[in-house]
């Protein structure tokens, strides 16, 4: 069985705890970091682009509309 364990600590306390880590323990943290952050843009991007589908009639309405838009000009 696993138990949860909260702790509340500031920013500071992190920042010493990562101070006193060995420098490869801090590489894979920061790579930990960059990947989750990476992970978040990429879900922000994702919510932002947002398209609807597009019907076979829609794109040939639209472009009929744009040829006779043409044929007139």
Do not use: H
């Amino acid at each position: 069985m696993k138990s949860l364990l909260e702790v509340d600590i500031t920013l500071d306390q992190v920042l010493a705890m990562v101070k006193q880590l060995p420098v490869n323990e801090k590489a894979l943290l920061s790579k930990e970091l960059e990947k989750d952050a990476i992970e978040s843009k990429l879900s922000k991007l994702l919510g932002t682009v947002e398209t609807d589908e597009l019907s076979l009639d829609t794109i040939n309405e639209e472009s009929e509309i744009v040829r006779q838009q043409i044929y007139e000009s």
